[in-house]
């Protein structure tokens, strides 16, 4: 009896290491090094003086900086195990890195659904939300991310222990880590609605709204005809963080449906060869979303990549770069400012014409792009609108 079940085991260990050793060794192994490199130059890009005054790459900043700790934590618990054979090593540290790499995993899906829904005020509601897009406000959102992270992800501290058995110390569940109430809410109820339901439907909710605003306005713009280069470059920003998105859910909802089943399972699912197998891919899909960043910032952001070559091959940064950053920046600091101290008691018209100028240089990031053509809808005649808008101009850049 005991020989056949030895020998039915057998090829079920040795399919599942020569897996892991392919998915989670060699290739996730090679993924994590190169996503280490890419989020390490997207964070020394992104610190510099002319990119980090945006809240957008303060958020992305805070992600990337989580995503290296995932990486590193996929790099000691699964990359060298499954490659090196290093099971005395990884037994060594699980119990300390799990837990580090658990939260810094939280961190990560909830700055991914902080960029969604920063960009869905700055796009949904440009006005109302203007107030809490600032680089203090954004440093204050990263840290009570991280805080509530941490304060959920204490109790994961416990679960695991290592214990001695023939003379070998093995990874076991501790007895607070198997206790029923631990079970049932952190691995379960809790883990279905913080880390499953709120940020993902924040996401997908953000991501629907963004997508629906943004065909709207392209089809304003159409029917106007302002569909220029400089409109498309504009929006590049926001093709850039949909996608960030993009790839986060179709990373990580596998896992997502994952740690769904094991919630209700528990262990006996890891005895599953399939399961394993199903695991050790999310794994590196999981990897494959922390090293994304860089790649899609330096394919849709062009002000990104001026900035990277002038660090990383030391190429001047284009005429008039800092100056052109600075007049967008006191433009959209001051404009809402000096339209509301004016004298004057302006029209229902006039204001009408204020709010469409602001909304859109508010979507495309850039306060020139707006054009005579785009006053038609205003009841105003062709002459009063443009000394009207004129007038704007010169409170508002000087």
Avoid at 284 to 304: E, G, M, P, Q
């Amino acid at each position: 009896m005991n020989s056949t079940s030895s020998a039915t085991i057998a090829p079920y260990e040795q399919r599942l290491v020569e897996f892991k050793r392919i998915v989670e060794g060699y290739l996730l192994l090679l993924v994590c090094i190169c996503g280490l490199l890419g989020n390490t130059l997207t964070c020394v890009i992104l610190s510099s003086r002319m990119m980090r005054t945006s809240t957008t790459n303060i958020y992305i900043f805070a992600l990337s900086c989580a995503s290296s700790c995932v990486l590193i934590g996929f790099l000691l618990t699964h990359g060298i195990r499954s490659t090196f054979d290093a099971e005395t090593f990884y037994k060594y540290i699980f119990t300390k890195v799990f837990p580090i790499h658990v939260t810094c995993l939280l961190i990560q899906i909830y700055l991914t659904a902080t960029v969604a829904f920063d960009r869905f005020i700055l796009i949904c509601l440009p006005f109302r939300g203007h107030k809490w897009r600032s680089p203090r406000h954004a440093v204050f959102v990263v840290l009570c991310v991280a805080l509530f992270c941490i304060l959920y992800c204490i109790p994961f501290w416990f679960e695991f222990t290592l214990v001695k058995r023939n003379n070998t110390r093995v990874i076991s569940v501790s007895t607070f880590g198997a206790h029923p109430l631990f079970r049932l809410l952190m691995r379960k109820y809790l883990y279905f609605v913080f880390v499953f339901l709120i940020p993902l439907s924040t996401i997908i909710i953000c991501k629907a709204m963004i997508i629906k605003k943004l065909y709207t306005v392209r089809k304003r713009k159409r029917l106007l005809g302002n569909l220029s280069k400089q409109n498309r470059s504009s929006n590049a920003i926001n093709f850039l963080l949909l996608s960030i998105v993009f790839v986060f859910l179709v990373t990580q909802f596998p896992y997502f449906i994952f740690n769904v089943l094991y919630s209700w399972f528990g262990i006996s699912l890891m005895a599953n060869l399939r399961a394993r197998q199903y695991l050790a891919i999310n794994n590196l899909l999981s990897v494959i979303n922390a090293s994304s960043t860089f790649i899609l910032y330096a394919f849709f952001d062009r002000k990104f990549r001026q900035v990277g070559q002038h660090f990383l091959l030391c190429r001047p940064l284009p005429v008039g770069f800092d100056a052109q950053t600075d007049i967008k920046r006191t433009a959209v600091s001051s404009r809402n400012a000096n339209v509301l101290g004016s004298n004057t008691k302006p029209s229902n018209s006039s204001i009408h014409l204020i709010k469409n100028h602001q909304y859109l240089a508010t979507v495309n990031n850039n306060i020139q792009d707006l054009t005579k053509l785009q006053l038609i809808d205003t009841n105003l005649t062709a002459t009063q609108s443009v000394s009207f808008f004129e007038k704007e101009n010169v409170s508002t850049f000087n």
